[in-house]
């Protein structure tokens, strides 16, 4: 229920509660065009321990982070955007290790290694975006430029 007194950030919040408690499956959207991605950090995260989906300079940035929350966080949003990714190029194979999102620096850098032309254009000139508030990690992609914050 919604109160008159409830914020933005509240009431998505409180939405975002409702569908993805207890979910490990991410929730896509679309704002002004633009594919989005939201999933609970914790249900989302468990599943990517011990999987091998990323690359070696990926794993490094993720081993700097010392604090267990942000380093969840962290794989959440590269992971995000991978899924994204696979989605819009209808490609599941993009979720490996062969495309690396670099988020050590703004903006977000994506990288293919895919032999086919291409698919690996199409992913190197994508922009993406990775935001977190909360329980939850938000991913963004789009031809151009692009900044999502929650």
Do not use: W
Request: glycine share 6%.
């Amino acid at each position: 229920m919604i109160s008159a007194f409830q914020t933005t950030d509240e009431i998505l919040t409180s939405y975002l509660s409702e569908v993805l408690n207890n979910s490990a499956q991410p929730l896509f959207f679309s704002l002004m065009q633009t594919p989005c991605i939201c999933a609970h950090r914790e249900h989302y995260g468990s599943q990517l321990q011990g999987v091998a989906v990323f690359h070696d300079e990926e794993l490094l940035e993720i081993g700097k982070v010392s604090h267990p929350r942000r380093k969840t966080e962290k794989m959440v949003g590269k992971m995000l955007v991978k899924e994204l990714l696979a989605r819009k190029l209808k490609s599941p194979k993009l979720k490996t290790g062969s495309v690396r999102v670099l988020a050590d620096s703004h903006p977000v850098r994506i990288l293919s290694e895919l032999s086919e032309t291409n698919t690996a254009e199409s992913i190197n000139s994508t922009h993406a975006s990775i935001s977190h508030s909360g329980d939850f990690v938000f991913a963004a992609i789009g031809d151009r430029r692009l900044g999502i914050d929650f």
